[in-house]
């Protein structure tokens, strides 16, 4: 799918009008036209809207988030430990809290599910945390996955944090900026 100009993104805030949305998932319906707004008020949040003339296509929710360590089930010492050496240098490791951004909500309307729209928007989202670096450091991008989406964010490159909820209607998820910020430097061009 490409994103051409019969397609607008813009920021949700407190004067939005949406257009029809249903992505086939009461909870995401629920969340863009009810709950994205005050989410955006109480700084909660940050929506963004893909639409097109007659509705939305699609929309995201990001926020910033920490990924504490301390608090993760790994299945094993030694799975922490891989886990922290693929994250940070050595003399880092000492740390407990790494600067993330959160992908709260990412839903693509139901009749152009599977199109492509939601690898275009998750590599949007890779791209602004790896430009947010200059500004802010953030070194993960998390998601708590639904079932029916942990695939797709598994062919992205996430990877689970644990084996813990393996079982639960949503997965954590994480995604390490570190190699796709080395790779961009590396290869400029690419």
Do not use: W
């Not at 051409?4 to 993104?9: E, G, H, K, N, R």
């Not at 909870?27 to 005050?38: M, W, Y």
């Not at 990924?67 to 940070?88: E, H, M, P």
């Not at 000492?94 to 993330?100: C, D, G, Q």
């Amino acid at each position: 799918m490409v994103l051409d100009d019969t397609y607008t993104l813009f920021k949700v805030d407190r004067d939005t009008v949406f257009k029809p949305f249903d992505c086939a998932d009461d909870d995401l319906n629920d969340f863009l036209l009810n709950k994205s707004i005050e989410y955006a008020k109480e700084n909660l949040a940050t929506t963004f809207v893909i639409e097109n003339a007659d509705i939305t296509v699609a929309y995201y929710s990001i926020f910033n988030d920490s990924v504490n360590t301390q608090q993760i089930d790994f299945a094993s010492k030694s799975a922490g430990l891989r886990f922290l050496k693929n994250l940070v240098s050595h003399p880092k490791r000492h740390l407990t809290n790494y600067p993330a951004i959160k992908i709260g909500r990412l839903a693509v309307t139901n009749a152009i599910q599977r199109s492509g729209l939601g690898k275009i928007i998750v590599n949007s989202i890779i791209d602004y945390a790896i430009g947010v670096n200059e500004e802010c450091a953030c070194k993960i991008i998390t998601v708590d996955a639904y079932a029916q989406s942990l695939e797709f964010y598994e062919k992205l490159g996430f990877k689970y944090f644990s084996d813990s909820d393996i079982n639960n209607d949503t997965r954590q998820m994480y995604l390490n900026l570190t190699p796709i910020i080395t790779a961009s430097i590396e290869n400029p061009e690419v």
